[in-house]
């Protein structure tokens, strides 16, 4: 009997001196690294015995929508946010996060989390294709070495007007000098993300999976568009918000997922306040 009450305390005793789990995680997705912040409810319920949080990560398959086994330790906090870096982009990874009280105990772990690492790029010069043909066309990525890993050098090309494996080129219009978005690429297919404007490119978070045409579409300021990028049996998504419009050229901000077929898109916005990204995995 005494020892099934000392077990009974010791139970009792775990659940008195571990800390609350953090009750919410997210995240947002940047260029080879993942911004995770979470709930402060562990501080914030008992702040005299806090010590840190510990930041764990491992692989994500995507398509069975689980996390990976094999969990890592990526580092320690005090903050309620981490920046997991030297990521490789386009690799879906799980999250978790613990906090450990000073007297060492650690508490359940929060919801877990999965993100995809990818890359972006802001204020990017277009012209339009009567203006400066070779610089008057966009390529979101083009694979050259055909490793199927997207490098800095292959990402976010300005290329000729006059090629044929673009995405797209700028037109302008003779009658008023409005910029058309022109998909080139016979895989290339784009749409409107909204019918209004949109306050950062951050407000794309995921692909639309329908309402993509061959069709040209004006540019306009502060309006987001998305892409469908189908090369033979790959599918890739690209996006892009445009900031400025002249008659000459059009400035915009744009993001890719390598990841094949993931619809991800959302990028950090250099704001103290981001959106977040990616989505809590529901385990079997």
């Not at 994500?60 to 906090?77: E, F, K, N, P, R």
Request: net charge negative.
């Amino acid at each position: 009997m005494g020892g099934a009450s000392s077990k009974l305390f010791a139970f009792g005793a775990l659940r008195t001196l571990r800390l609350e789990r953090p009750s919410s995680l997210s995240s947002v997705s940047l260029n080879r690294a993942i911004h995770l912040t979470w709930s402060d409810n562990a501080f914030t319920s008992a702040p005299s015995r806090f010590s840190a949080y510990r930041v764990y990560t491992t692989s994500y398959d995507l398509d069975a929508g689980v996390c990976g086994t094999q969990w890592l330790l990526d580092g320690t906090t005090v903050a309620p946010e981490f920046l997991v870096a030297a990521l490789a982009n386009g690799a879906p990874r799980c999250f978790g996060i613990s906090a450990v009280s000073r007297e060492g105990w650690e508490s359940l772990w929060s919801p877990l989390w999965q993100d995809t690492p990818r890359p972006d790029a802001r204020n990017v010069l277009v012209f339009a294709y009567d203006e400066n043909a070779l610089l008057s066309g966009f390529r979101f990525w083009d694979d050259v070495n055909s490793d199927g890993t997207a490098q800095a050098t292959e990402l976010g090309l300005i290329q000729d007007g006059n090629r044929t494996d673009i995405d797209f080129w700028v037109y302008r219009d003779p009658s008023d000098s409005s910029l058309w978005i022109r998909p080139e690429f016979s895989g290339t297919r784009v749409r409107l993300y909204s019918n209004q404007a949109i306050t950062d490119l951050t407000s794309i978070d995921f692909a639309p999976a329908t309402g993509y045409s061959t069709n040209m579409i004006e540019a306009v300021p502060g309006f987001g568009y998305v892409f469908e990028i189908v090369d033979g049996s790959v599918l890739h998504y690209g996006a892009l918000r445009v900031t400025h419009v002249g008659r000459d050229y059009l400035i915009f901000e744009w993001s890719f997922q390598s990841d094949i077929g993931n619809p991800e898109l959302l990028r950090h916005g250099n704001l103290p306040t981001v959106t977040a990204s990616g989505f809590e995995v529901r385990q079997p």
